[in-house]
């Protein structure tokens, strides 16, 4: 299921994976000026989704020295034809390009784009709007030196680019920045200055209004803090053979919004059995809105039955006046430590029932909590779990237990609770997502999300798989209890067959935000709590996203 789950989702190769694509269609026989000349065209269709009507429009071209640049010589030409007034400023003497991008300079030049070189403005610092208007604008205008032009293409840096720019490009795109707002940028394959691998500025970045990728998206233009600077995202189809973009080196992938349905569709003939019994565990004195939060999500996310294991005390807070919550009140003598006693065989024997399990929300952090934590581990017919909020705190511990968990489970830490996890701090969590995940995959055979904007899930050495969403109404307390009862939800609807783990995961991730978006809409400066959340989760199965900005151009299919 895991392998089928995946080629759902869109690829996301990081840039040196990038390079790698590229060689390999270079193997194969594909002329890079070929795929020079696909990439220029879709960057004009793109353009033309903008700026419809070309004829007498003054544009800017900025070329860097690699691919990019040829990039941007290909699409002079065809604005050029497209009877557009383009200027190409150069940073390298021409003469020093080759193959792909010096051929189409030379075309180009042969059909009256003018060059101007740019080096030896930057040189003398001086990158200032009216400088540049002075050496561009005079090529185009001779009469007016001081005219603006109607569209800036950036294509001086390429997803290749890591480190800080050097002061000329910094004076250079603060310039185009400067701009912007009155000349519509476009950025080529990435916006330069921009990290192709974690979307962030090196220390500054185009700030384009769209951004024409080629091939494929880089996970830096997905990572939700990259839109300042990418604006309206479009990957464009420019004859990169399927084979590579199926099997080519790919260390991160799309979570495309539609994954819950892909991942659990409503069944035909289905009853509340075939949709799966959630076990909730957790809702101690004093933190029963958790267990609460987790069992109306499991309910709402389409589990057919949900039934919560609680110190009896408890039991009434977290029904919560739902009825179709249901309670197991286990014996819970010690008030100051609820789990104590909790452990019978009753409770094991209705655990080995159930589908799936949701550990954690709101279960306390006590010796006891953690002997209950273990009697559920060490339960060899148990179903599979995801462990969240208390129940990671307890494992961070114990580290130990992790090797218990199995490839069916899940664990859904916050950047705190990675921190307790992995012995790191919340800060070092934040700064190295990627490793991170990375790490808290190897710890256990679970699938593990880091949660956050942008969050990032894996399971063992798979992909890691991006959901590039930022909501805001997500950032409340208990959301995290929403997300646990979800997942558990899709486990238990799937019976969670071997590699299935991840899948549901990645699902449940999609459906949390899609849910999300739905308050949104009804609280849109925040506001809402997390029953609110819940309660949008059966409306966010279908949801269309309300605020797309990733563009398959290919296919037209909004994938954000």
């Not at 030379?106 to 002075?134: C, E, I, K, Q, W």
């Not at 603006?148 to 250079?172: E, K, Y």
């Not at 701090?425 to 190295?432: P, S, V």
């Not at 309660?535 to 199965?541: D, G, H, K, V, Y």
């Amino acid at each position: 299921m895991m392998d089928a789950f995946l080629r759902t989702c869109p690829p996301l190769p990081l840039p040196q994976e990038m390079a790698a694509w590229d060689a390999r269609a270079f193997e194969l026989g594909l002329p890079g000026c070929m795929l020079m000349e696909n990439a220029a065209r879709a960057a004009l269709a793109v353009l033309r989704r903008y700026v419809p009507h070309l004829e007498g429009k003054h544009v800017w071209l900025f070329m860097g020295g690699g691919n990019n640049g040829g990039d941007a010589a290909a699409l002079a030409r065809h604005l050029h034809d497209a009877r557009a007034l383009p200027v190409v400023g150069h940073l390298k003497p021409l003469s020093s390009f080759r193959g792909a991008a010096a051929e189409h300079i030379r075309m180009a030049r042969a059909v009256g784009v003018p060059f101007v070189n740019l080096a030896a403005t930057l040189r003398h610092g001086d990158a200032a709007p009216a400088a540049l208007s002075a050496r561009l604008g005079r090529r185009l205008a001779p009469d007016d030196t001081a005219r603006r032009p109607h569209i800036c293409v950036d294509g001086l840096l390429g997803t290749g680019f890591h480190g800080n720019l050097r002061p000329d490009l910094h004076a250079l795109i603060a310039a185009l920045n400067f701009l912007s707002p009155q000349s519509f940028l476009l950025s080529l394959d990435i916006p330069s200055g921009l990290d192709g691998a974690d979307g962030l500025p090196c220390p500054l970045a185009v700030q384009a209004h769209a951004t024409a990728t080629f091939a494929a998206a880089k996970p830096g233009l997905v990572l939700p803090h990259a839109r300042p600077w990418t604006g309206r995202l479009h990957v464009c189809d420019i004859g990169m053979p399927r084979s590579i973009r199926e099997n080519g080196p790919c260390s991160v992938r799309l979570l495309p919004p539609d994954a819950p349905a892909r991942f659990a569709a409503p069944m035909p003939q289905g009853y509340k059995n075939s949709y799966g019994h959630v076990a909730i565990i957790g809702g101690a004195r004093g933190l029963s809105g958790a267990a609460h939060l987790a069992a109306r999500a499991a309910l709402r996310a389409g589990a057919g039955l949900v039934t919560a294991l609680v110190p009896a005390p408890s039991a009434p807070a977290v029904k919560g006046g739902l009825a179709e919550i249901m309670t197991l009140a286990l014996p819970s003598p010690d008030a100051a430590a609820p789990w104590r006693s909790a452990w019978t065989e009753e409770a094991a024997a209705f655990l080995r029932r159930c589908d799936a399990l949701a550990v954690g929300p709101g279960m306390g952090r006590g010796d006891d909590a953690l002997h209950f934590l273990k009697e559920i581990l060490e339960e060899e017919n148990r179903p599979p779990a995801v462990f969240d909020a208390d129940a990671l705190m307890l494992l961070a511990r114990e580290p130990h237990l992790l090797s218990r968990l199995t490839s069916r489970d899940i664990l859904t830490p916050h950047p705190g609770e990675a921190a307790a996890l992995l012995g790191w701090t919340t800060r070092e969590i934040q700064a190295q997502r990627r490793r991170a995940l990375a790490a808290l995959a190897a710890q256990s055979a679970a699938a593990v999300v880091l949660k956050g904007a942008g969050s990032l899930a894996a399971q063992g050495d798979s992909p890691q798989l991006l959901c590039p969403v930022d909501v805001p109404q997500l950032s409340v307390g208990g959301s995290g209890d929403v997300l646990a009862g979800c997942a558990a939800a899709l486990l238990a609807r799937t019976r969670a067959p071997e590699g299935s783990a991840l899948a549901a995961l990645g699902a449940a991730l999609r459906l949390h935000a899609a849910a999300g978006r739905q308050c949104a809409t009804r609280f849109p400066c925040r506001g809402n709590g997390a029953t609110e959340l819940a309660e949008a989760l059966p409306a966010a199965w279908e949801a269309a996203p309300s605020d797309d900005t990733l563009l398959f151009d290919q296919d037209t299919a909004c994938f954000i």
